[in-house]
Every structure is written in structure tokens, then in C-alpha cells.
């Protein structure tokens, strides 16, 4: 049985990493708030959005498609990661990394498949294979959609320019505290709403169709990304937030133990000094 001083030292560490953890839970908790009303908030403008979008595309004719929506052999493909500039929240980051492995291990095993990363983690976990042409972690520090707008700006200037025959998104969708989805979406071509539905009934086009899904694309696509990262960011705190929940719990339980172990160590060398001491007089009468 260890000695009384280093089950006293373990209960001190322990209860350190107690307050820690249970003040970053706190501070996740403050942050989840903030963040998941922004993404329930944008939710329905990003989602009526792409459907008004897709709608008007399927809509119109194959020859006066959109430079966006051609649809090519896929040879190069993209790849955009999103994770978190920080651990420390469970299984958040580690599952948009596996996801992003299993894309490039089956789905698109035989392309020349690159990586641009937003987020520190997943900018770390591909670096070495030499595969990400860029790395935006620090878009968490000021995350604005004037920022991400830049960020979606490049993207669909190299599908343009012919760089990149697809490019999909991976990130964690917001669903609750404990709860976050993986997603993979493809962000470019964009794909026509299959079954459209009569978009004339609905609205009155002023000036054409054409010329208003040209200028819908690119703040689409900029909303769609812009969507993205806010679910994650809202995912990340509420990932962090459960995983130093239940942090604090096993330390809790943890120091709980140890404190019953120091206890009957305490015990138990009292009563070998009392032992003892008895021992000792019975002696000396004898």
C-alpha cells in the first residue's frame, strides 16, 4: 500500500485537475450558448437559401448552366476538413479526421486528392502526407462571414480554373450538447435538386432566371461554408463541454477513492503504532 504522503500528494493532484476541467466546462458552456443561437439563427436562411438555389437550377437549361455546376470526370479532388484549433473535447476532432482518412483510403482511393484545412488539428493529423495547399485556423479567432467569404472565394476560384473536378466539405453538425453529426457535403459542382418542383408558381423572376442564379451561386456557396463552420465551432464547445463533464465526474469519483484508501492507510498505521506501543509496555513488565 502506497505511503500516507504520496496518496496525499495524488489527492492534490487530482483535485487540481478537478477545478481545471470543471472551469473549462463552464467556459464551454458560456460559449455553447452564443454560438448555438448564431447557427439555429442562420439555419433557415443557409437551408431555403440552397433550396431556391438548386430549384432554379434544375430549372434551367443545360447549355446556359452555371460555370459552377459543370459537371466533370473526377480526377482531382478537395477536400476541406473542418476541426478545432484545440483538443480537449472528446471524440470531435478525431472523428472529422477518420472521416476525411475513409474518403481518401475508398471513396476517392486512385485521385489526386489535396487537403485545405480549417483548423489546427486537422492541418496537423495530414500534414506529413503532404497533401494540404492550405491551412485557415485562424479563421476561430475573428470567425465573421467576411472572413469565410475569402476562404469560399479561393475555393471556387480553383473549381473554376479547373485545378479541382470536386471539392466536399467535412464537419460536424450541431444537433445538441452531447450530440454532433458527421457530415460530408459536396460543396462544388452543385448539384441540381433532383424532382424540382415549379418554381414559377412561387416567384416572379426580375431580371431572368439566369441572371439571378449567377449572382445567388456565389453568396450560396459563400452561406453554405459559412454554415459549416458555425456548426462545428457550436459542435466543438458542445463536445468540450460534455467531455470535461465527464472529466470532472472520474475525478471526482477518482479523489473520492483515494481519499477512502488514505483514510484506511491512516487507520491502518495507527493501529501499528498502537500495537506497538502495547507491545512495548508488555515487555517491559515482563
Known sequence: MANLKEIRNRISSVSSTMQITSAMKMVSAAKLKKAQDAITAMRPYSDKLSELLQSLSATLDDDSGSKFSEQRQVKNVLIVPITSNRGLAGAFNSNIIKQTQHLLN??????????LAIGKKGNDAFAKRNIVIGNYSELFDDLTFDNVAHVAERIMDMFVEGKY?????????????ATQIVMTEQFLPIVPMEGAVNVNA????????LEIVEQLIPKSLKTQLFKGIRDSFA??????????HKATDNATELRDQL?????KARQAAITNEILEIVGG???LNN
Do not use: C, Q, W
Open 106 to 115: 475508398t471513396v476517392y482511393a486512385g485521385k489526386n486528392v489535396s487537403i
Open 281 to 283: 509496555a508488555e515487555a
Open 165 to 177: 473536378d470536386k471539392i466536399e466539405i467535412v464537419y460536424n453538425k450541431f444537433k445538441n450538447a
Open 202 to 209: 412561387d416567384y416572379i423572376f426580375e431580371p431572368s432566371k
Open 259 to 263: 481519499k477512502l484508501t488514505y483514510n
Open 235 to 244: 459542435s466543438e464547445h458542445g463536445a468540450r463541454m460534455t467531455a470535461m
